[in-house]
């Protein structure tokens, strides 16, 4: 082990470590207040500061398709710790409670897109290139549908039509189904890697499903106001981000250019099934809110204008990348007729030179 990484083990426990007590100080002495809320709002900050930084390291040593999972991985952690950071200015610089609808909500919960997208890049099989720049159009699908969904579902609560408990309760039930298909998605490239990829899956999976079920235990306490900044919910949410910072660390050790047999989850086909299900699932939500009458009618028609919208840039979106699957259709279809025709040229030649040795022997058996 080198020292650099027994430097961030220390680190890391030591900062969970020091929540621990305090935490535990808190809710036996009683102590909650400002000091205790600006103590927790910066340990956590660290924490998710380290877990970019592992995230970054993984960058500048690996290259292709490892370089922009750990990009991906590290854009999702920054944005998290972007959201504390607004967190911590509203509670430590403001010195007020952050408020409830918050509208930075809308960065913790977007954070995970970036990692769902990272998990269907499968760094650790072997794939085309071109899988990589349809990659993208990929992303982008999948960024929208979830920008789309928490627009569709928690936004008319907080600028349509203010009710804090429906916010409250649809932003659970979103956050709860982004977490889940998240986890599900690092479940399957877990059970189908191999070697220390198989590893550092396992390590996001278990810091990821620790998170999932502290945030949800969070988010509970805090729908009935008895969540606050320092208390022991905070406990496992510090102990997940350790664990993904760990996990970070752990991949370090994986050698560059290991690369696993094709074992993988036919990425273009599976997420192509991933976008039809997200373009189909959009008249689902118009019907929704046409013909639900316990929706208020404003929301109905916001909802109704927004999937439109949604369907208009999905839809380019689809288009778009069967436009580039066709060009490399093409491309496909030149390069086989090139070498049918090389292969053919080369038989012809073989069949002349066959035929002129066999006059040659001809004539001198004559």
């Known amino acids: 082990m080198s020292d650099r990484f027994k430097t961030w083990a220390v680190a890391l426990v030591c900062l969970v470590g020091i929540q621990s007590v305090v935490s535990f100080a808190s809710f036996f002495l009683h102590w909650h207040g400002f000091a205790l809320a600006a103590f927790s709002d910066v340990m956590q900050c660290a924490m998710l500061f380290l877990a970019a930084a592992a995230c970054l390291l993984n960058v500048i040593r690996t290259n292709r398709r490892a370089r922009l999972f750990w990009s991906l991985?590290?854009?999702?952690?920054?944005?998290?710790?972007a959201y504390r950071l607004l967190w911590a200015y509203i509670e430590i610089v403001q010195r007020r409670e952050v408020p409830d609808p918050f509208t930075g909500d809308a960065i913790l919960f977007l954070h995970f897109v970036p990692m769902m997208a990272a998990v269907l890049l499968q760094p650790d099989i072997r794939q085309d290139d071109t899988e990589l720049r349809l990659g993208t159009?990929?992303?982008?699908?999948?960024?929208?549908?979830?920008?789309?969904?928490?627009?569709?579902?928690?936004?008319?609560?907080?600028?349509?039509?203010?009710?804090?408990?429906?916010?409250?309760?649809?932003?659970?039930?979103?956050?709860?189904?982004?977490?889940?298909?998240?986890?599900?998605?690092?479940?399957?490239?877990?059970?189908?890697?191999?070697?220390?990829?198989?590893?550092?899956?396992?390590?996001?999976?278990?810091?990821?499903l620790l998170y999932s079920l502290s945030s949800y235990v969070a988010n509970w306490a805090l729908d009935r106001n008895t969540y606050y900044s320092g208390s022991l919910y905070d406990l496992p949410l510090m102990a997940s981000m350790a664990w993904m910072t760990a996990a970070g660390l752990f991949a370090l050790k994986i050698p560059t250019e290991q690369i696993g047999p094709a074992k993988s989850l036919a990425r273009g086909v599976w997420t192509s099934r991933i976008g039809m299900v997200a373009v189909f699932s959009l008249p689902i939500f118009a019907?929704?809110?046409?013909?639900?009458?316990?929706?208020?009618?404003?929301?109905?028609?916001?909802r109704v204008v927004l999937t439109l919208g949604a369907v208009l840039f999905m839809g380019a979106l689809v288009f778009l990348k069967q436009h580039f699957l066709d060009i490399e259709l093409i491309r496909l279809l030149r390069s086989s007729r090139q070498a049918r025709r090389a292969q053919q040229m080369r038989l012809d030649l073989f069949r002349l030179q066959r035929a002129c040795g066999a006059r040659g022997d001809g004539r001198l058996g004559r």
């Open 73 to 81: 991985m590290g854009l999702g952690m920054a944005s998290w710790w």
């Open 137 to 208: 159009l990929d992303f982008a699908l999948l960024f929208l549908w979830w920008v789309y969904l928490y627009l569709y579902v928690v936004i008319p609560w907080q600028f349509v039509q203010l009710n804090e408990a429906a916010y409250d309760r649809n932003w659970d039930v979103a956050y709860v189904a982004e977490k889940a298909a998240f986890l599900l998605g690092l479940a399957l490239v877990w059970w189908r890697s191999s070697g220390r990829w198989r590893t550092t899956y396992a390590h996001w999976f278990g810091a990821s």
């Open 287 to 302: 019907y929704v809110s046409l013909f639900n009458s316990d929706i208020p009618a404003r929301v109905r028609v916001f």
